[in-house]
């Protein structure tokens, strides 16, 4: 096919339900609702993971360092 040679476009049968039933889903109304959070939320959700990795990061920083120091 040759640049700028326009293509023509056939409707079948199958497709043309097919846009009908996607088109009476469109109209249909949705239930779902947006969720609003308080906003502490994000807060309290940092001082969790925050008091989780510490003290992890805390055992494994000297334990690579030790490791580190025996490769040479």
């Known amino acids: 096919m040759a640049t700028g040679t326009p ?3 056939e ?3 199958s497709s043309s339900s097919t846009a ?3 088109g009476s889903q469109k109209n249909q ?3 779902s ?12 959700a940092s ?7 510490h003290p992890l990061d805390l055992v ?3 334990t690579f360092k030790s490791r580190t120091g025996s490769v040479e």
């Open 7 to 9: 293509v023509k476009s």
């Open 11 to 13: 409707v079948t049968a």
């Open 20 to 22: 009908t039933t996607m």
């Open 29 to 31: 109304p949705t239930s």
């Open 33 to 44: 609702k947006k969720i609003h959070y308080p906003f502490w939320f994000g807060g309290s």
């Open 47 to 53: 001082c969790c993971a925050a008091a989780v990795t």
């Open 60 to 62: 494994k920083v000297p």
